[in-house]
């Protein structure tokens, strides 16, 4: 059974909205759920403007928990600058009070809603309701409110109810969420740009509350995914690997010696090159001709092959080779 802690600020708005209700003359606003007040919001209770369209724009709604007063000045210039002529319609109110109408939001509600964006099988216990009062609308608790967990803390969670098309009511919960996720680890230390091989990666299961291990995708969880690529930083026996760290490995490393072949047309021209520095596939790389001593670039192939194009005098482009 979820335990659901209610803060006396939350049981004291609730009792003032009661008291509102049963006191003659107080809370007594016209409600407004669009975004705008209509002259037909104002028509029951003004003459003169139930003779306006009832479409006709009077002014922006209020947030909720603000009220929003009209004089019979500004809803005279309304009926003007809709070319009125003022008849004698009868007594009219000195002024007319909106409000966007607002209530708690019990738990079931709230609960549906950040379980549909938990992942299947999350344990959620909500540990203090939203504070605030909301008008009527869709909630929403998406997983991006979610902050990641602290000791001995429960955790926020920000959502949002959705009203009147686009607009929104701030939700703020405290919760507290588990749930099991597979995490690809090394059981070695990891040097930086060393091929990872896949004997040193395992999948393991564990309990995490970070929101952020909530969304890895069924890729990452594949050991041929990350075998064979290279971490930019040592990671240290024990630690979580993510794909993020990963990058494909050179195929060719700084002394490495390489067959260079030079195409010139149907002419070839093979001889060994030592690479200058590292180069992935299909990357222009620094390699030194042994017997010249000339530095040129070659375009990588594979860790034993690096080609070389040279182009003829009539062809466009730049040369990627000059001499050896």
């Known amino acids: 059974m979820t335990s659901v802690k209610l803060t006396k600020r939350r049981q004291l708005l609730q009792l003032c909205m009661l008291l509102a209700a049963a006191t003659p003359g107080f809370g007594q606003c016209r409600p407004v759920r669009g975004q705008v007040i209509k002259a037909g919001d104002l028509a029951p209770v003004d003459p003169l403007l139930a003779l306006l369209p009832s479409e006709t724009f009077v002014a922006f709604a209020p947030t909720p928990g603000v009220r929003r007063v009209l004089t019979a000045r500004e809803t005279d210039l309304v009926a003007r600058s809709s070319g009125m002529a003022f008849a004698n319609v009868g007594s009219r109110p000195d002024e007319i009070c909106f409000e966007v109408p607002v209530t708690a939001i019990d738990e079931a509600g709230i609960r549906a809603a950040m379980l549909s964006s938990l992942p299947v099988g999350a344990q959620l216990d909500i540990t203090e309701l939203p504070k605030e009062l909301a008008p009527d609308g869709e909630i929403r608790f998406p997983l991006s409110g979610l902050e990641p967990p602290r000791p001995g803390l429960a955790q926020v969670w920000r959502g949002y109810v959705e009203y009147a098309g686009s607009r ?45 291990d909530f969304t890895r995708t069924p890729v990452d969880l594949v050991i041929e ?41 149907p002419a070839r021209l093979v001889f060994s090159g030592i690479a200058q520095q590292s180069g992935r596939r299909d990357a222009l790389s620094l390699f030194r001709n042994p017997d010249s001593g000339k530095l040129f670039r070659a375009r990588v192939q594979s860790p034993s092959l690096a080609t070389v194009v040279v182009k003829g005098a009539g062809e466009t482009g730049s040369r990627e080779f000059e001499g050896l």
Not at 172 to 186: C, G
Not at 189 to 201: K, Q, Y
Not at 242 to 262: A, F, H
């Open 225 to 265: 995914h990350y075998a064979g690529r290279a971490p930019g930083i040592r990671i240290h026996a024990g630690s979580a690997v993510q794909l993020s760290q990963l990058s494909e490995p050179p195929l060719v490393r700084q002394g490495d010696v390489v067959r260079i072949e030079v195409r010139s047309g």
């Open 168 to 212: 929104r009511s701030v939700l703020t919960a405290r919760v507290r969420v588990t749930t099991e996720v597979q995490s690809i680890v090394t059981l070695v230390d990891l040097p930086a740009s060393e091929p990872i091989p896949a004997s040193a990666l395992r999948i393991l299961s564990n309990e995490t509350s970070n929101p952020a």
